[in-house]
């Protein structure tokens, strides 16, 4: 019996009927693009994110680079945001041709507030702290850091849809939080789209002109901008998944509750830190082990699927070498990436799944 990484055919099996019938009503609207599924998935997902407003966009990236836009960063602009996420967290800031700046994180796999205030210069606009793994980062140290120097914060929140900090949803903690609704997402879309909430009013025109196009009206356009629309389709079948995002959240929490109960009493192998003013969502639940490649390829032997993420530090990949980042420069950063591994996690993943995979294990390390 395999117990593969994801399983998304288990996710969308018992949703099939309530998908296929959410697809046909947007097939006899023949309402594509920007229509009432869009609308209604947006204030869905506003209410859920606990802000005024939610903007559907065609993929997390695109959230990040209209959030930046609307903030006015651009070229000579630094912001910083921690080497250790996906890359997409770093490629928005250089798409909109301000300076990346990366930073280390602490133990929590979060962007480190020491290690964000000492990375800031004059030329900082903003901070995109990434709750990585779906654990909120130390936003109280964050925001406070930001205030003091006056810079904009964009959570990107991509794996992190209702997890909570301080009793806060993420997304309504900072100037604007962006989504992704990738299908490896925790809300996943069945193809690309993203989403932004905004805590600032005062961009919502922009992002929805920008969105489209520049668009004011059919005949006028007035900024020049991409297409980054979410689709009426995506939207209509995330509105029937948003419906279960509450019982996916508890499943993937107990889940992780399970992993640490089981996974206690190796020493080789370290939890994750929730610390207590989060309530983290596992999008991923990644572990610290000790020889983590040959861990990784016996559990694959005993058909246990993982994956790493990430293995290679954003300022390690060419990218960030191109930036003038070397090998030591972000050390918790660099020794995290030796160890981590992400264990299945997935609602539909079953207790005994997961005393499987705890057991091998503990019989990788006997
Ligand atoms: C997935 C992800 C993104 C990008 O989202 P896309 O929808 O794939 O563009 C950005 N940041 C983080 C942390 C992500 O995990």
């Given at each position: 019996m395999q117990i593969p990484y994801v399983d998304l055919a288990a996710q969308h099996a018992p949703l099939k009927a309530e998908l296929l019938s959410a697809v046909a009503e947007v097939l006899d609207s023949g309402?594509?693009?920007?229509g009432p599924a869009v609308a209604e998935f947006e204030k869905a997902l506003a209410e859920l994110c606990q802000t005024p407003h939610a903007i559907g966009v065609n993929s997390g990236t695109d959230a990040l680079v209209l959030a930046l836009q609307a903030m006015g960063i651009g070229p000579g602009d630094e912001v910083i945001t921690p080497t250790?996420?996906?890359?997409a967290s770093a490629s928005a800031i250089a798409l909109v041709g301000a300076r990346p700046v990366l930073a280390d994180v602490g133990d929590d796999y979060q962007l480190s507030p020491q290690a964000f205030e000492a990375a800031i210069s004059p030329h900082t606009q903003a901070v995109i702290p990434v709750h990585l793994t779906g654990h909120p980062a130390p936003m109280a140290e964050i925001l406070e850091i930001a205030k003091a120097h006056q810079l904009w914060v964009l959570e990107d929140a991509a794996q992190a849809i209702r997890a909570e900090y301080q009793g806060q949803r993420v997304g309504?903690?900072?100037?604007a939080g962006a989504f992704s609704l990738h299908?490896?997402?925790?809300?996943?879309?069945?193809g690309d789209g993203g989403a932004l909430t905004l805590?600032?009013?005062?961009w919502l025109d922009a992002i929805l002109l920008r969105r489209n196009l520049?668009?004011?009206?059919?005949?006028?356009?007035?900024v020049w901008s991409s297409n980054s629309r979410l689709d009426s389709l995506q939207a209509a079948m995330l509105q029937v998944k948003l419906r279960h995002l509450e019982n996916w959240t508890l499943k993937r929490r107990t889940n992780a509750a399970l992993y640490r109960s089981c996974l206690?009493?190796?020493?080789q192998v370290k939890c994750p830190i929730e610390t207590p003013a989060a309530f983290a969502v596992y999008h991923t639940f990644v572990i610290r082990a000790q020889q983590r490649d040959k861990l990784q390829a016996f559990l694959s032997e005993k058909g246990i699927g993982t994956a790493i993420?990430?293995?290679?530090p954003i300022h390690l990949q060419t990218v960030g070498k191109a930036l003038g980042y070397q090998y030591g420069d972000f050390p918790q950063a660099e020794q995290q990436a030796k160890e981590i591994l992400s264990l299945p996690i997935y609602p539909e993943l079953n207790s005994e799944q997961i005393l499987r995979v705890s057991e091998a294990i503990r019989q990788f390390y006997r």
């Amino acid at each position: 019996m395999q117990i593969p990484y994801v399983d998304l055919a288990a996710q969308h099996a018992p949703l099939k009927a309530e998908l296929l019938s959410a697809v046909a009503e947007v097939l006899d609207s023949g309402q594509f693009v920007l229509g009432p599924a869009v609308a209604e998935f947006e204030k869905a997902l506003a209410e859920l994110c606990q802000t005024p407003h939610a903007i559907g966009v065609n993929s997390g990236t695109d959230a990040l680079v209209l959030a930046l836009q609307a903030m006015g960063i651009g070229p000579g602009d630094e912001v910083i945001t921690p080497t250790n996420s996906f890359v997409a967290s770093a490629s928005a800031i250089a798409l909109v041709g301000a300076r990346p700046v990366l930073a280390d994180v602490g133990d929590d796999y979060q962007l480190s507030p020491q290690a964000f205030e000492a990375a800031i210069s004059p030329h900082t606009q903003a901070v995109i702290p990434v709750h990585l793994t779906g654990h909120p980062a130390p936003m109280a140290e964050i925001l406070e850091i930001a205030k003091a120097h006056q810079l904009w914060v964009l959570e990107d929140a991509a794996q992190a849809i209702r997890a909570e900090y301080q009793g806060q949803r993420v997304g309504s903690l900072g100037h604007a939080g962006a989504f992704s609704l990738h299908p490896l997402k925790t809300l996943n879309a069945c193809g690309d789209g993203g989403a932004l909430t905004l805590s600032n009013p005062e961009w919502l025109d922009a992002i929805l002109l920008r969105r489209n196009l520049g668009l004011r009206s059919r005949n006028d356009c007035e900024v020049w901008s991409s297409n980054s629309r979410l689709d009426s389709l995506q939207a209509a079948m995330l509105q029937v998944k948003l419906r279960h995002l509450e019982n996916w959240t508890l499943k993937r929490r107990t889940n992780a509750a399970l992993y640490r109960s089981c996974l206690a009493d190796i020493p080789q192998v370290k939890c994750p830190i929730e610390t207590p003013a989060a309530f983290a969502v596992y999008h991923t639940f990644v572990i610290r082990a000790q020889q983590r490649d040959k861990l990784q390829a016996f559990l694959s032997e005993k058909g246990i699927g993982t994956a790493i993420h990430y293995p290679v530090p954003i300022h390690l990949q060419t990218v960030g070498k191109a930036l003038g980042y070397q090998y030591g420069d972000f050390p918790q950063a660099e020794q995290q990436a030796k160890e981590i591994l992400s264990l299945p996690i997935y609602p539909e993943l079953n207790s005994e799944q997961i005393l499987r995979v705890s057991e091998a294990i503990r019989q990788f390390y006997r």
